[in-house]
């Protein structure tokens, strides 16, 4: 009897600790359990010496040596002001002289990137707190003299004097779903990146900005229930509405116009852009003088992108450099184009030779030389520092599933490497190029901030994740592996792989695969994460992942294969990819799934439409399920017009195959999905319908692309959770 009621404890003991060892969906997305920590609010000081950091729960803003790491000093702390409407900041940012510091509270998501927030303006010198304006600003930034601060107010363009405390309206035709002034449009932001469309002149005179004239673009609706919806009057039984512009593939754009608004004379001039309308003029950008508006605009397929300087007080214009690609042109160059401190030359992050790479051409648009080459892609221009004439980069020269941080001197003579491990890293430099703050992480390291000399000597470690690596060591959780396999036409993928919890080879597992297989991204990285596919290893599934054709770090003709035929390769490696995983002696074949959002809801879609026996079950959540559906300047760039390609359009679209699936599937949607229309959805639900095709489908009332907002998230993942336990035995 002692013995059973012994091996009944021992046995107790072990199930209580296999238990402690498990991810709970509550530690996912409740809890944060394994979230990473890092240093928030970091900006450097404008001599390059100190930083500062947003501490004590927004509160506080700390000044600390980059040097010895010791504090400087308190630099301001919202205690001491006692301004009840002020309680927190989101994000600052301080003049030129850092006489003053421009707080942001308050903030209000619109759509991915656009919000609403409430400012204020403190001055060190005259220890005053002030809000900035009445009601709620867009983008607020300081002047370059730090004299006074530009915003935006329903669509319209304002200019605060700091000094005199008056207000001027630069444009007064701003109005919702007509006229945007300074801001971007729906599809702009979404697509080009960006959310404030107006930039101060160097000397402070004036402020350039775009108009978007929306006008004639179509507009989308969608209807918004009663519970989390600002839309729907509590006292109607009836729901509201809410309507947006959005220019789906082949419909009208946006038209777009460059002005100038000069402060003294109170007046704006339109730059001269050319007589052509339906075009792109997806960024502005003045050079270090502010002698001349850099001008970008691109034709409506994107393959054609032409850099103008602007005579800011006449408004005409002259070309500078074109840029073309047979296919198209990333948006890259638009984030990396820099002018430099000699006013004479300028660098752009191009594909010239079928890697992305950093080049350098004067301002008559002749190539001077080009900075970077190999069989790699740069990722991330960082900048020039003009006393050492060295450019600092990220690439992934090592491997595509790495980052590593260099620099290059402008005469091509001295290259460095900075970053030091292997895996991912990213980097944060002074001002002055004095210091960097290196960010890393890898398969097996949580995000490592390290404070660094520009010799790449480290100083001192800001944030190790300590806590979390214990934790994920306490929890035995199950980590990625890399693996790579050859697709049906001897092409080389690249994929990781999470085993179960206490893996046997002996043992057949379940498999779930993850994918989002969207052009140019990666989810095949040497980086740390804890997520969903870990708490499935948890489950006693193989999680696998795999990037196709298509994604990024690989060349310009690894990227762009797909172009014109969105869906078709990526789906194909996919099926590839799953018809491999079958042949491993530890996987159960008959019960493969595949799972995926937004594009890779897309091809989780197309791959059950087309993959036949090979998955069981698979789950699609806001589906783009044809690209006539999703906006212009996406679908166009990489499939061309609908009028021009429709059967790339159509034969690559769920909707057109649905008859092929014989698979589970779940289809998730929001109702409220500003992003990716629920018109997705309900077209492809309609043809699976139509089909005989049997199907399960979840819609969420007023929620967006991302699904979130009170239990949603856990439903959601707990009813993943659930299908997959039904229909992967």
């Known amino acids: 009897m002692r013995r059973i009621i012994l091996v009944i404890f021992l046995l107790s003991g072990i199930c209580a600790s296999l238990l402690a060892q498990n991810i709970t969906l509550e530690d996912l997305f409740v809890k944060r359990t394994f979230r990473q920590s890092t240093v928030t609010g970091l900006a450097s000081s404008n001599d390059g010496l100190n930083y500062t950091t947003l501490e004590g729960n927004g509160r506080q803003i700390v000044k600390y040596s980059y040097k010895t790491g010791e504090q400087i000093a308190k630099v301001l702390d919202l205690q001491d002001l006692k301004n009840d409407t002020l309680q927190s900041i989101t994000e600052y940012t301080f003049s030129a002289d850092e006489s003053k510091v421009l707080l942001m509270t308050d903030r209000k998501a619109i759509y991915r990137r656009s919000f609403t927030a409430v400012y204020f303006v403190y001055n060190f010198v005259t220890k005053e707190l002030t809000r900035l304006s009445s009601g709620r600003q867009q983008v607020a930034t300081f002047s ?277 491990q292997k895996g991912s890293n990213d980097a944060d430099f002074s001002n002055g190029f004095k210091y960097y703050i290196n960010q890393y992480s890898s398969l097996s390291t949580p995000l490592l901030v390290t404070l660094h000399e520009i010799s790449g000597k480290q100083l001192r470690v800001l944030e190790d994740n300590s806590a979390l690596k214990k934790l994920v060591a306490d929890r035995n959780i199950p980590q990625k592996e890399f693996f790579t396999f050859k697709n049906s036409e001897g092409l080389e993928l690249n994929g990781w792989m999470i085993k179960p919890l206490n893996f046997n080879p002996a043992t057949k597992y379940p498999v779930v695969m993850t994918q989002y297989s969207g052009p140019n991204s990666q989810e095949v990285l040497d980086n740390f994460s804890i997520g969903w596919e870990n708490y499935l290893a948890t489950q006693g599934y193989l999680a696998v992942c795999v990037d196709p054709r298509g994604t990024g770090a690989r060349g310009e003709d690894f990227r762009k294969c797909t172009y014109g035929k969105l869906g078709k390769y990526e789906s194909d490696d996919q099926i590839d990819a799953a018809h491999y995983i079958a042949t491993l002696p530890y996987v159960d074949a008959k019960n493969i799934a595949i799972w995926g959002w937004s594009y890779g809801g897309f091809m989780s879609a197309m791959c059950l439409a087309k993959g036949g026996e090979i998955f069981k079950a698979g789950i699609s959540v806001a589906p783009v399920t044809n690209n006539r559906f999703y906006d212009s300047v996406y679908s166009e760039r990489y499939m061309g017009l609908p009028s021009q390609n429709p059967d790339g359009y159509d034969q690559n679209s769920p909707v057109t195959i649905a008859k092929g699936i014989k698979g589970k599937l779940l289809l998730v949607h929001g109702t409220a999905d500003d992003n990716v229309h629920y018109q997705n959805s309900m077209e492809f639900a309609e043809a699976m319908v139509q089909a005989g095709v049997q199907f399960q489908m979840m819609v969420y009332a007023n929620r967006n692309h991302n699904l979130r907002g009170g239990n949603t998230t856990m439903h959601l993942y707990t009813m993943f959770d659930n299908f997959l336990r039904e229909n992967l035995k």
């Open 144 to 420: 370059p003299d730090g004299e006074r601060v530009a915003f935006v107010r329903d669509n319209n363009l304002f200019v605060k004097s700091l000094r005199f405390k008056t207000e001027r309206q630069a444009t007064t035709d701003g109005e919702r779903n007509k006229i945007i002034n300074g801001i971007p449009d729906w599809v702009y932001e979404e697509e080009f990146e960006f959310n404030r469309a107006f930039a101060w002149s160097p000397d402070s005179k004036q402020v350039a900005y775009i108009k978007f004239n929306e006008e004639a673009v179509p507009t989308y609706g969608f209807p918004m229930y009663k519970g989390l919806s600002p839309e729907h009057k509590e006292n109607s039984v009836y729901p509201g509405e809410y309507r947006f512009k959005y220019p789906k593939a082949g419909e009208t754009n946006s038209l777009v116009s460059v002005w100038v608004y000069d402060i003294k004379a109170g007046q704006s001039i339109k730059m001269d852009t050319g007589t052509e309308t339906d075009i792109y003029l997806p960024g502005i950008r003045w050079n270090f003088s502010g002698s001349n508006l850099g001008i970008m605009k691109m034709n409506r397929l994107q393959n054609k992108l032409e850099l103008l300087f602007a005579n800011s007080y006449t408004g005409d214009t002259r070309l500078i450099y074109t840029e073309k690609n047979k296919r198209y042109i990333e948006t890259d160059f638009l984030d990396y184009l820099e002018f430099m401190p000699d006013d004479k030359s300028f660098v752009i992050l191009s594909e010239q030779d079928g890697y992305k790479h950093l080049y350098l051409y004067d301002n008559g648009g002749v190539k001077i030389r080009q900075l970077t080459t190999g069989k790699y892609d740069v990722l991330k221009f960082y900048g020039f520092d003009p006393v050492t004439k060295i450019f600092y980069y990220q690439a992934a020269a090592v491997s595509p599933m790495q980052r590593e941080v260099y620099g290059v001197s402008i005469d091509l003579k001295k290259r460095v490497q900075l970053s030091t």
